[in-house]
């Protein structure tokens, strides 16, 4: 697929998405929006794919919005800017709720929408010089739809202190606060991606990924009784899967299996 801010590539069951604007330092516009929908989507649906990768060129992973995207959504009407306020709500969500489990390497700072884009994803692997956080308080805007999925990842009072100063934070804090999973040295960051990725290839049923990943998020906003009634009819209907099925046998008799 041919694209103008961004590169997608497909191999080893592998989708590879890369913010491509290392000159804006991988600032968001509409247009990237869009493509970046077009390139999960295209993950999404493609039967070869297992795993997404979500990366950037250049120094810093994603320093928000585009300065000149940011102008011109001055200028439009309040209609213009629901809907273009949508096309990145559907992004988030699209990631969020993506049938593959999507990785995020971060090498460089991930600001305000950039830090959106590592707070939705399932694994965010990111470099010990990182600088991460949601500074959209400091110019007079507010960081509404990454607010909802924050909330969710680390808890109210973590986001709180998050969103409301506005500050930038190390990725050792953001370890700590349950934002990220993994904090490695620049150079080691992306052998440790990829040892998750061949883990996960090898070592896991897609069918398993995908299963948990969707209990996650649904049982979360479930009362008690209704998470637990969905997790046991969830889990009966795992059982008769043929990945379960084969799974369970292999382990049985002690064969190794490779998904």
């Known amino acids: 697929m041919e694209f103008s801010y961004i590169t997608y590539t497909v191999g080893n069951r592998l989708a590879t998405i890369t913010l ?8 968001l516009n509409g247009a990237m929006v869009s493509e970046l929908r077009q390139a999960f989507t295209a993950a999404k649906t493609d039967e070869t794919v ?3 990768l979500l990366k950037a060129n250049g120094p810093t992973f994603c320093a928000g919005a585009d300065l000149d995207y940011l102008t011109q959504l001055q200028q439009n009407t309040y209609e213009e800017n629901l ?13 969020y709720d993506h049938d593959k489990i999507v990785i995020c390497q971060v090498e460089g ?7 959106g884009l590592v707070t939705v994803c399932d694994l965010s692997f990111v ?11 400091k110019i007079g805007f507010i960081p509404a739809l990454v607010s909802v999925f924050l909330v969710r990842k680390i808890g109210e009072g ?10 930038l934070y190390t990725a050792a804090q953001a370890l700590d606060d349950g934002l990220i999973t993994t904090v490695a040295a620049p150079s080691d960051l992306e052998a440790q991606v990829q040892l998750t990725i061949n883990d996960l290839l090898e070592g896991a049923a897609a069918h398993s990924l995908t299963s948990t990943k969707k209990l996650v998020n649904r049982v979360f906003e479930m009362p ?13 209907e795992t ?8 799974g369970i046998q292999s382990f049985l008799n002690k064969e190794k299996i490779h998904w």
Not at 83 to 95: A, C, V
Request: charged share 25%.
């Open 109 to 115: 700072h991930a600001v305000a929408g950039g830090c």
């Open 158 to 167: 973590r986001a709180r202190k998050w969103l409301l100063t506005g500050s």
């Open 127 to 137: 470099t010990s010089n990182a600088l991460l956080g949601y500074s959209e308080v």
């Open 20 to 27: 491509n604007r290392p000159e804006k330092r991988n600032a």
């Open 83 to 95: 809907r273009d306020s949508r096309e990145l709500m559907q992004l988030f969500q699209e990631i």
């Open 239 to 246: 059982r008769e899967h043929p990945a379960c099925r084969q």
């Open 50 to 52: 297992k795993l997404v």
């Open 224 to 236: 008690l009784a209704d998470a637990l009634e969905y997790a046991a009819q969830f889990n009966a």
